[in-house]
């Protein structure tokens, strides 16, 4: 009996220590921040109104020049934004996932060399709405 108590704690300690497993995402490019947009620093966009309010299309010629498209039934969007800087700054995913019912976005912010104009560095990923929990969390590294 005392046997079957440990490997049934020893069972459940291997299954509750897991490591949560990353959720895929589409990393969303050829965006711009619209100048009349008060961006929040980190955010959760669920529909196209706010989206538009806050970021507009900059399509490109060429391959790949085409803003990458956003189902609203099916999808949302997590933005993160840094103020304007003349530092060379870039935001990048660096993994999603899911831990305690909520959602945990962790990105990386790399600054380099002062620049000769100033950019608002940001950072946009769409993720299926199968995994919204209603709650994010947002990690800069």
């Excluded at 993994?95 to 912010?109: A, D």
Aim: hydrophobic letters at 40%.
């Amino acid at each position: 009996m005392r046997k079957m108590l440990f490997v049934f704690a020893g069972l459940i300690c291997i299954l509750s220590c897991q490591p949560p497993t990353d959720l895929p995402y589409t990393r969303m490019a050829n965006y711009y921040v619209r100048n009349d947009a008060e961006l929040p620093v980190e955010a959760k966009i669920d529909d196209r109104a706010t989206f538009e309010s806050l970021f507009g299309m900059a399509a490109l010629m060429g391959t790949d020049g085409e803003p990458t498209p956003v189902d609203w039934d099916r999808e949302f969007v997590l933005a993160v934004a840094d103020p304007s800087t003349d530092l060379l700054t870039t935001l990048d995913p660096e993994s999603l996932r899911l831990k305690g019912g909520e959602l945990v976005f962790t990105y990386t912010e790399t600054v380099g060399d002062r620049q000769s104009y100033w950019t608002l560095p940001f950072l946009m990923i769409k993720v299926d709405r199968k995994y919204d929990t209603g709650s994010v969390k947002f990690i800069r590294h």
